[in-house]
């Protein structure tokens, strides 16, 4: 079955607690991305990649960190997590983006919450 | 950067009424996406929208691009149920980034 698969899930902890949540997806896709997501405010990109070893800044990638060493996983760091990194996140990846671009697959989400 | 703006940020409606959603860019787009997040689960692609001027329909959704490809509407006749849910749209500017509006929440009440 084609899909991006997220872990954890959920994941209470720290504040300065480095964690790291992992996106993988089974689909051959070139781009990943991953959003955050608070009321109010909609989807929130925090980074992307175009395809392997190449990783772009999104809107709000301040106090997070990707790599993307193989096609397939695309994990997303907080190495000091803080409380206003408490929010819901994405992962999604399509086939390419761009101009003509793709429809986004997303994952099921991880709900952190950072004390 | 390039801005994003959906209305209404909520909408209630009686099952059978009609729901329309606006999506506003503040740039040009090469097209613009619309997905579906169902309460409690990952949004959900619905469709792309490329050309000008260019109307989709899916059943009872119509789905329209502005002339100008700066705006979008999502057009619900007749709503079920089964629609509620946050209908964001995404416009892509030309390959330079892909940004989402804040979404519409639409709540159907039976």
């Known amino acids: 079955e084609a899909q991006v698969t997220q872990n954890p899930r959920y994941l209470i902890t720290v504040t300065g607690k480095k964690l790291t949540v992992t996106c993988s997806q089974n689909?051959?896709?070139?781009?990943m991305s991953w959003y955050r997501q608070d009321p109010g405010l909609g989807l929130r990109q925090i980074y992307y990649?175009?395809?392997?070893?190449?990783?772009d800044k999104g809107d709000v990638p301040e106090g997070y960190k990707v790599s993307r060493k193989e096609k397939r996983n695309f994990p997303l760091i907080l190495e000091s997590p803080s409380p206003n990194q408490t929010s819901l996140y994405f992962c999604?990846?399509?086939?390419?983006?761009?101009?003509?671009?793709?429809?986004?697959?997303f994952g099921d989400g991880t709900r952190l919450s950072i004390l | 950067g390039q801005q994003v703006m959906q209305i209404p940020q909520y909408q209630h409606v009686q099952e059978g009424e009609d729901f329309t959603t606006y999506c506003n860019s503040s740039?040009?787009?090469?097209?613009i996406q619309w997905y579906k997040q169902r309460p409690g689960g990952h949004p959900v692609f619905l469709i792309q929208?490329?050309?000008?001027?260019e109307v989709k329909k899916q059943k009872r959704l119509t789905f329209q691009f502005g002339e100008a490809k700066k705006n979008s509407s999502l057009h619900i006749t007749a709503t079920q149920t089964t629609d509620v849910g946050t209908y964001f749209c995404?416009?892509?500017?030309?390959?330079?980034?892909?940004?989402f509006g804040p979404g519409t929440r639409l709540s159907v009440l039976p």
């Open positions: 999604a990846s399509s086939l390419s983006t761009g101009y003509g671009n793709q429809p986004q697959h």
């Open positions: 689909m051959n896709h070139e781009y």
């Open positions: 990649s175009m395809n392997v070893e190449v990783t």
């Open positions: 740039t040009t787009l090469s097209n």
């Open positions: 929208l490329v050309k000008s001027g």
């Open positions: 995404a416009g892509d500017n030309y390959g330079q980034n892909f940004v």
